[in-house]
């Protein structure tokens, strides 16, 4: 069971909104910043968000990241196909000494 | 381009020492801006963290596997290794090596890079 919690799925019709949250606590989430990796079917996760809303070069702008007190949420505008994936929110742990993830959300495009 | 290649053995015996090595193309392991590390997913499962390693050879690991686990690194090969000991079923899993960034400053900590992961099963 992980510290940080994820709902398990998402879904949307393209074109629309949506959002994924990401649950923490102070020693995690509410203390530090927090990254979402992107995983499609059968490869390596990517780095999609860094620093709550930080944007590695070549991530569209489709995809925004914010965080409130011991909460993050990942932003999915104008949903495409293509985006159907595993998302994961991760942060460093101060408790644990170690880095934690969540427990990841399925994202389906209806 | 930074790239990073998984390697070792695919099926490990109950109670044997998973090794893992990940070899660092592209890019210099000795870069002082980064770690490196292991991270782990289950068939079906979520991502785990295992630890993370500095050029110096300093490491730190998850307290959940600290007892077993062991990352090196051989800088003069560009690789950095796993040891993961007293496997068992529940080690079965794809493991990534990844480069891991540390901006103290800002308190940006992620991982970059990934490697395309190799799955290990623990069976006899």
């Known amino acids: 069971q992980s510290v940080v919690t994820q709902p398990p799925s998402a879904s949307g019709t393209p074109g629309q909104r949506v959002t994924i949250s990401c649950s923490g606590s102070s020693s995690n989430i509410g203390g530090n910043t927090v990254n979402w990796y992107q995983q499609l079917p059968g490869t390596a996760p990517k780095l999609l968000i860094y620093g709550i809303n930080q944007r590695p070069s070549g991530v569209p702008d489709r995809f925004s990241g914010s965080k409130s007190g011991t909460s993050a949420s990942l932003a999915i505008s104008g949903l495409q196909s293509e985006d159907e994936a595993d998302y994961y929110c991760a942060a460093w742990d101060d ?16 | ?59 730190y690991y998850n307290p959940s596997l600290k007892s077993r686990v062991t990352i090196s690194v051989d800088t003069s090969k560009n690789q950095f290794s796993l040891k993961l000991s007293s496997v068992t079923a529940a080690d079965t899993a794809v493991y990534y090596c990844g480069r891991r960034v540390v901006v103290v400053a800002a308190n940006y900590v992620y991982f970059d890079y990934w490697g395309q992961g190799t799955l290990v099963t623990v069976s006899s």
């Open chain 1, 95 to 110: 408790s644990l000494m170690g880095e934690v993830f969540g427990g990841g959300t399925k994202l389906t495009v209806l």
């Open chain 2, 1 to 59: 381009q930074l790239h990073l290649q998984e390697s070792g053995p695919g099926l490990v015996k109950p109670s044997e020492t998973l090794s893992l090595t990940c070899t660092v193309s592209g890019g210099s392991i000795s870069s002082g801006s980064y770690y490196w590390g292991w991270i782990r997913q289950p068939p079906g499962k979520g991502l785990e963290w295992i630890g993370s390693i500095y050029y110096s050879g300093s490491a």
